[in-house]
């Protein structure tokens, strides 16, 4: 259990993507133009944002293989 829980986290640090939420995560204030969303840059404080990317693979799917 421990090994697959180690496993998964490794895999989340380096394949990450981003949760569903993650432009709330990022944004206070989301961008007025659409158009110029790439060039945005987040605005909350680092640790939010690095969480909102690491949804997969799932850890509730990890945890259900025991």
Known sequence: MYLSACVTN????????PRPDFFERCFEEPPD???RLAEAMCDRDPETVDQGYKSFPSGHATSNIF
Request: charged letters at 25%; aromatic letters at 18%.
């Open 10 to 17: 490794f895999i989340k640090l380096f394949v990450g993507r």
């Open 33 to 35: 133009d659409i158009n």
